[in-house]
């Protein structure tokens, strides 16, 4: 029915996080997507309850167990298609946010520590994700941030005023124009008069559209060459 997601963490208290607020927090209420937390430590045993140890050849930190994750996984109703976050996977684009937010059911593995036993990965056909070129100390930012690009293309999500338009809600080709609003000519505290370019308050349509595809143009020349190359 709705957009849900599962997802396997040792930090449930993360989630909905920024999600429960403003647009995705309404959707959220609205029952437009749902999520539930499957706390990987709940299938723990011992007195320890944990769910990590040292790894096998030695080295810095420790690594999450596949039995103890392959538990917290079964638990799972519908599991779906299976997410693992992490910097080694593919980056993440609005294409597959475009191809995920069309998927009724996901799974999320957050991992912690070093990382996980990779044989749960290969067990259970885990595809990985990254949302960039760096490193975050869980993947839970990772699953919120994923989340987010998804659940803003979902149906309903967005007013009528913010929906994209047919061309534009694809994968952006172009950065955007810069934006203005009142007042047209502005005192900041740098000691100067900052004021809006003329051309957007002259009515020319025409002019207007011509002027902002121009900005568009330069600004991804100068800061990501690479956009313009892409299909
Ligand atoms: Cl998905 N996880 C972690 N831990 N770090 C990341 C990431 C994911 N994507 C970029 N950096």
């Not at 593995?109 to 960039?132: K, P, T």
């Amino acid at each position: 029915m709705s957009w849900h997601i599962n997802i396997l963490t040792l930090f449930p208290d993360m989630f909905p996080g920024s999600l429960g607020q403003s647009l995705s927090g309404k959707a959220l209420e609205k029952n437009i997507w749902s999520y539930d937390t499957i706390n990987i430590r709940d299938f723990a045993e011992g007195v320890h309850k944990s769910v990590d140890d040292t790894p096998y050849g030695g080295g810095a930190g420790m690594v999450m167990r596949a039995d103890i994750i392959e538990k917290a996984l079964l638990s799972i109703e519908n599991p779906g298609k299976k997410i693992f976050l992490s910097p080694k996977g593919r980056v993440l684009d609005q294409k597959m946010a475009q191809n995920l937010s069309q998927t009724s059911a996901i799974t999320l593995l957050c991992g912690r520590y070093e990382g996980v036993d990779q044989r749960i990965l290969d067990a259970h056909d885990f595809e990985e994700v990254s949302i960039g070129d760096y490193v975050l100390s869980g993947g839970e930012p990772a699953a919120l941030t994923l989340m987010d690009a998804c659940i803003r293309l979902l149906p309903g999500v967005l007013g009528n005023a913010e929906t994209p338009t047919e061309e534009s809600f694809s994968t952006p080709n172009l950065l955007e124009y810069p934006h203005y609003t009142k007042p047209a000519s502005w005192n900041a505290s740098d000691g100067k008069t900052h004021d809006v370019p003329e051309i957007l308050q002259s009515g020319d349509h025409g002019k207007i559209k011509a002027w902002r595809q121009e900005q568009a143009q330069k600004i991804t020349q100068k800061r990501r060459p690479d956009l313009l190359g892409k299909k």
